[in-house]
């Protein structure tokens, strides 16, 4: 496996995911902030956390990189297509399994079922995200189509 | 629900936006997430359409209301004939430790009901209208989470421990209260998901102990020691909350289109920053002690002023940029059927000189406070001198910003003459230099020979507007306020006597000037402030600057508060509300009256700036 390769395509197509999710934010589609979200994590001052979280996002984004890798090294060949159609099946399940138990891996996040308590303040994201604008479903699929294909069409298997 | 007047409302805010809050118990007045923002609810300027929050007695009831003691954090008590009810309002505002410690929403207004007395059914009615009523949005009922308003990319969270429901585009609900139980309702605005909802209960109460606490702690730097203490904190906290924290800039009003006239068109949006304003609004937070506050809005003059160096507009908003273009809302009937709404100011296009020296003036105090510049701001002020030089003869739209018709006006051409003695001073005390002195110094005397020859009308005894003409101008007292004439002076006397006697409403009220008072206009707040400054400054009796000043204090609302204009008739306030730039007014006054009773100079501003000129001149 070229190592290289996974950590400099896996880096730019985190950075090009983050930046489809916050140019999405900013063109009105979702009010879903990942950064923000990660960030509140590890503390409640919403400046730091969107710092902490755009760090995590990347570390993160750059680990998954290394799935995709996995999966082109099983396939034999990379290519920008099979790397969309892993980024459609990740995107898949941080909507459908991802989003739904945030509740219980974030300690600052509610619960639908449970409302807000002294520890867990922020609004849960309810099924695929749609308690963040009916949109967040279409540009987390859109960012992380774009994130696979990035990493299938530049990552190189030797 | 009872319609309310002007004087009805009181404001919360936190320093990014701001709400008005009827006697009445209802939040008619509310843009989010920043002053210029479209409404969320629009009562104010149209009952039916505009979109309001009430909470309220179900039956009939009187209310008393107050800010909670140097806070603006607003309590109303509701009594009904079978017991009382206090609802505490505040739009939460947070130190930096806090900021930091809590997880807190992006804006928030918090309303604790508790009932005090007896047994009162309490009615709620959440109708909200976004975008100037014009936004399409959902209501989602999301159980304990609250009700979501969804407007796509933005939403609104509406939570509280009434039984609530959605009843088509609004949420209602009735619900009895015993002596000692409370209600609490909070209402936040997220454009990032996901948004915080904190628990009702401690966090509506715990964020109005906050928000008073910081209020207190931020009103308690003020050095104003006198016996108007209550008006001038009033009037400080004001000020304070229409800062828009993130640049320093201050808004000239929190509203658009409430009228200058009533049932007539002179309906501005004043949600914007004027230049004009910045040196008055110095002299008063300097004057207070709130040298942060002054140092900021400074930093907002010089910052914005770079982007159109060296031409500056007359208007921009918190960050310096131009406003939209204004433009008519159609939909709204207005305030008391006062068309049009406007939002935007199409005076941000005008000419006004006067702007040049306020941003020089207000630098100058900056600077007299302690500060400094850097290089690029000196020559940035050097260039403000030039363009005064080039062009302070032309006609321009001057301070009360008639639209059309360009004059030379007096006002203007002595703020030009304030514009270069200020930069003569910089240079004079190191601040300003490769300047050109000359030229600064020729063009200042010009001016005063202009003024003095052609603006003084030797059959009214008094100076005037427009040279060469007999129309009298309330901002002629301005020559006194900034040093081009003594206030004890024969000509400056007389020249307050005529404008008392041509422009008075009454013994304490004047009108601008007597083309707009024909218009029907209200007087001007600033106007009477300004007269009892200048009495204060020494141009009448100490016993008569405070029968005007304290007669002007009568005519605030009961929470302290003025518009810009007040109805001679009806003592009404009319226009915009409440108005910074009349409570700036009373700040100064308040402050000269109390050194005049201190037996401090109240001429130090111009001792200074003649012994600048003195040095420059030798």
């Given amino acids: 496996m070229s190592v290289a390769s996974w950590l400099l395509w896996g880096f730019v197509g985190t950075v090009i995911l983050t930046t489809i999710m916050a140019g999405s934010q900013t063109l009105g589609l979702t009010r879903m902030n990942i950064p923000y979200l990660l960030g509140t994590m590890f503390t409640a001052n919403r400046d730091r956390a969107k710092v902490i979280g755009v760090g995590m996002h990347l570390v993160l984004g750059s680990l998954f990189a290394l799935l995709y890798a996995a999966a082109f090294h099983a396939w034999g060949a990379a290519g920008w297509w099979r790397g969309a159609l892993i980024g459609l099946v990740h995107s898949a399940f941080v909507l459908v399994v991802g989003m739904p138990i945030m509740p219980g891996i974030h300690p600052r996040m509610a619960s639908e079922y449970q409302g807000p308590t002294a520890t867990r303040q922020l609004e849960p994201p309810g099924p695929l995200a749609l308690h963040y604008g009916v949109q967040t479903p279409v540009s987390v699929v859109l960012a992380h189509v774009v994130y696979g294909a990035v990493l299938g069409g530049f990552y190189r298997l030797a | 629900m009872q319609e309310a007047s002007i004087r009805d409302y009181a404001i919360i805010g936190d320093c990014r936006s701001a709400a008005l809050v009827s006697r009445f118990g209802s939040i008619d007045w509310l843009c989010w997430p920043r002053f210029d923002s479209s409404s969320l609810f629009a009562a104010l300027l149209d009952p039916i359409r505009g979109g309001r929050w009430s909470i309220a007695p179900a039956e009939p ?8 003691p140097n806070t603006n954090v607003l309590e109303t008590a509701f009594e009904t004939d079978t017991g009382t009810i206090r609802i505490v309002d505040a739009i939460p505002i947070a130190s930096e430790e806090q900021t930091f410690r809590l997880l807190l929403p992006e804006h928030e207004v918090v309303r604790l009901v508790v009932c005090t007395r007896g047994e009162v059914e309490v009615e709620t009615h959440f109708a909200p209208r976004p975008g100037y009523a014009m936004k399409r949005f959902a209501l989602r009922d999301r159980g304990k989470l609250g009700f979501w308003v969804d407007m796509g990319s933005k939403c609104i969270i509406f939570r509280s421990d009434a039984a609530l429901s959605i009843h088509a ?14 209600l609490r309702f909070s209402m936040s605005f997220s454009s990032d998901a996901p948004a915080p909802l904190p628990p009702l209960d401690p966090w509506v109460r715990d964020s109005i102990e906050r928000s008073g606490a910081w209020w207190e702690q931020w009103i308690g730097r003020a050095k104003y020691e006198g016996r108007h203490r209550d008006a001038v904190l009033r009037s400080a906290l004001l000020l304070k909350l229409l800062t828009y924290a993130p640049s320093g800039a201050i808004v000239a009003a929190p509203t658009t289109s409430l009228p200058e006239r009533l049932g007539g068109p002179l309906n501005w949006d004043y949600r914007y920053c004027w230049l004009r304003d910045a040196s008055f609004t110095a002299r008063a937070l300097f004057g207070l002690g709130h040298a942060e506050e002054a140092s900021a809005l400074v930093g907002w003059l010089i910052h914005t002023t770079r982007l159109t160096r060296p031409e500056l507009r007359t208007l921009y908003d918190v960050f310096g940029n131009s406003p939209k273009p204004e433009r ?3 939909h709204l009937r207005g305030y008391r059927d006062s068309r049009p709404v406007r939002v935007g100011n199409a005076a ?10 306020e941003v020089i003036e207000a630098s100058v105090r900056f600077i007299r406070a302690g500060g400094s510049f850097d290089s690029e701001t000196a020559a940035l002020l050097k260039d403000l001198g030039v363009y005064i030089c080039k062009h302070w003869k032309d006609p321009d739209n001057g301070i009360w910003e008639p639209r059309g018709i360009r004059l030379p006006h007096t006002h203007s051409r002595l703020l030009c003459w304030v514009g270069l003695e200020g930069l003569l001073e910089l240079h004079w005390k190191g601040h300003l230099r490769r300047a050109p002195l000359e030229l600064f110094k020729q063009t200042r005397d010009a001016i005063r020979r202009e003024i003095e020859l052609h603006s003084w009308n030797d059959r009214l005894q008094s100076y005037v507007r427009i040279p060469e003409t007999e129309e009298l101008d309330s901002s002629l007292l301005a020559l006194a306020l900034y040093g081009f004439e003594a206030p004890s002076s024969p000509r400056m006397r007389s020249t307050f006597d005529r404008i008392r006697e041509r422009l008075g409403a009454d013994d304490w009220l004047f009108y601008r000037n007597r083309a707009l008072a024909a218009e029907g206009d209200g007087a001007f707040g600033i106007c009477s402030f300004w007269a009892a400054h200048y009495l204060a400054q020494g141009g009448g009796p100490l016993s008569e600057a405070r029968d005007l000043f ?7 609302n009961d929470v302290g508060l003025f518009a810009e204009e007040i109805d001679p008739r ?6 915009n509300f409440p108005q910074g730039f009349t409570h700036v007014g009373l700040i100064n006054a308040a402050l000269s009256l109390h050194e005049r009773e201190q037996g401090v100079s109240v001429t130090d501003d111009r001792a200074s700036r003649s012994d600048a000129a003195l040095e420059i001149r030798g």
């Fill in chain 2, 550 to 556: 304290e007669a002007m204090l009568g005519l605030a």
């Fill in chain 2, 61 to 68: 009831f009187r209310s008393q209301r107050r800010y909670l």
């Fill in chain 2, 328 to 330: 008519v809302l159609p």
């Fill in chain 2, 169 to 182: 585009d609004s949420i209602a609900g009735r619900q009895r209260l015993r002596g000692g139980e409370a």
């Fill in chain 2, 570 to 575: 009806s003592g009404c306030p009319l226009g």
């Fill in chain 2, 348 to 357: 941000q296009c005008q000419i006004q000189l006067d702007v040049y020296g």
